[in-house]
C-alpha cells in the first residue's frame, strides 16, 4: 500500500523533531567537552568510548570584492594561492555545444542520481505545509 500524503507529513515532522533534539545534544556534548578553539579534539570518557569533537568556521567569499582584492595584492600568484579557481559544470553551457563537442566534454563528468527531491506546496484546507 502506498504511503498517504498525511503519513509522510508525520515522519518529517518526527524527523525535523529527531533533528533538532541531535543538534541541541551535539551542542551539549561539545560544550561539556570544553573544546572553545577551531579544530578537533579526541575526548576519551571513562568507559574507555571515543568522540571525535569538531569546531568548524565556514569560510565564504565575497564575490563582489574579489576584483579589488587582486587588484590590490598586486600578485596574481599569490591571488590564486588564496583564492583558488575551481571548473563548475553549466548545464545551459553544455546543451548548447555540437554533438561532437557534447562527446569530448562528457570525457570529464562523472554523473550519479541525486536523492529525489518531494515538496508539499498546498494542503487542502489552506493548512501550511510543514
Do not use: C, W
Not at 533538532?20 to 561539556?32: D, F, G
Not at 590590490?72 to 548545464?91: C, G, I, Q
Amino acid at each position: 500500500m502506498a504511503m498517504s500524503l498525511e503519513q509522510y507529513l508525520v515522519i518529517k515532522a518526527e524527523l525535523t523533531a529527531a533533528q533538532a533534539k541531535e543538534l541541541k545534544a551535539r551542542l551539549e556534548m561539545v560544550a561539556a567537552a570544553g573544546h572553545t578553539k577551531v579544530g578537533s579534539k579526541t575526548i576519551t570518557f571513562d568507559s574507555g568510548a571515543k568522540v571525535e569533537v569538531k569546531n568548524t568556521v565556514n569560510i565564504t567569499i565575497d564575490e563582489s570584492q574579489l576584483p579589488s582584492v587582486k587588484e590590490r595584492l598586486a600578485d596574481d600568484r599569490l591571488y590564486y594561492a588564496v583564492f583558488v579557481p575551481k571548473p563548475n559544470f553549466s548545464a545551459t553551457a553544455f546543451k548548447a555545444l555540437t554533438a561532437e563537442q557534447k562527446e569530448i566534454v562528457e570525457d570529464a563528468l562523472v554523473s550519479k542520481a541525486g536523492t529525489p527531491g518531494f515538496t508539499v506546496k498546498k494542503l487542502p484546507g489552506g493548512i501550511d505545509p510543514v
